[in-house]
């Protein structure tokens, strides 16, 4: 037996409370952006992943606000066409979920989560320093599919913690790697620190 729930006939809140408690655990995005005044943005997003390596890709989709306008990220990712996405491990989660809040234009989510930054290589959105990852981004691609707004990012260059990935031959060492996951809506995250492997089939 299962249960049917018809998401296509109840878009929106229903929708939501469902597939985002079912797609997990999902990656998240903590994205810097700068507006036109120079003034950084940093705003997590769950709706997020890799696409794609030829060329690399991510793609994340920032809701609009209530009122039908444009968040922060989406609004500087469109005026300047450049960001960076950080991966945080457990220590920084409260953090990151602190930059989540609703603030004022021109009021930095990076100083009230008390992150220090430093100057990215290829864009001008800054780096939070005690990020394990940070992937500095350009602009790809925008669309829309009703209210849904996504956007698609190259990833130009990877800040990864020295021991996380093995410079000679980029495998990443889970042993020093514990980025933390979204489960359901609004409080519920998932730890990485428990794994399992499996053999891949080679028949």
Not at 3 to 20: I, K, N, Q, S
Not at 34 to 63: C, K, M, Q, Y
Not at 137 to 158: P, T
Not at 169 to 181: E, L, M
Request: net charge negative; hydrophobic share 45%; glycine share 6%.
């Amino acid at each position: 037996m299962t249960d049917r729930f018809d998401v296509a006939a109840h878009p929106g809140e229903r929708a939501y409370r469902l597939l985002a408690g079912l797609v997990v655990p999902r990656p998240i995005a903590l994205v810097t952006t700068v507006d036109a005044a120079g003034r950084t943005n940093a705003a997590p997003f769950s709706f997020f992943n890799v696409l794609g390596t030829e060329p690399p890709i991510a793609g994340f989709a920032p809701a609009d606000r209530d009122d039908g306008t444009m968040k922060d990220t989406a609004a500087n990712l469109l005026a300047t066409g450049e960001c960076v996405i950080h991966l945080c491990d457990e220590p920084l989660a409260a953090r990151m979920v602190a930059c989540a809040r609703a603030l004022p234009p021109g009021e930095s989510e990076v100083e009230r989560g008390d992150f220090a930054t430093r100057a990215a290589e290829r864009v001008r959105a800054p780096i939070l320093t005690e990020c394990p990852v940070a992937l500095e981004c350009r602009f790809l691609d925008q669309r829309r599919y009703g209210e849904n707004r996504l956007f698609v990012v190259e990833i130009l260059l990877a800040h990864v913690r020295a021991g996380v990935a093995d410079p000679a031959t980029w495998k990443v060492d889970y042993a020093a790697y514990a980025p933390i996951g979204r489960l359901n809506s609004p409080d519920g995250y998932v730890r990485t620190t428990e794994r399992f492997r499996l053999p891949f089939p080679r028949d």
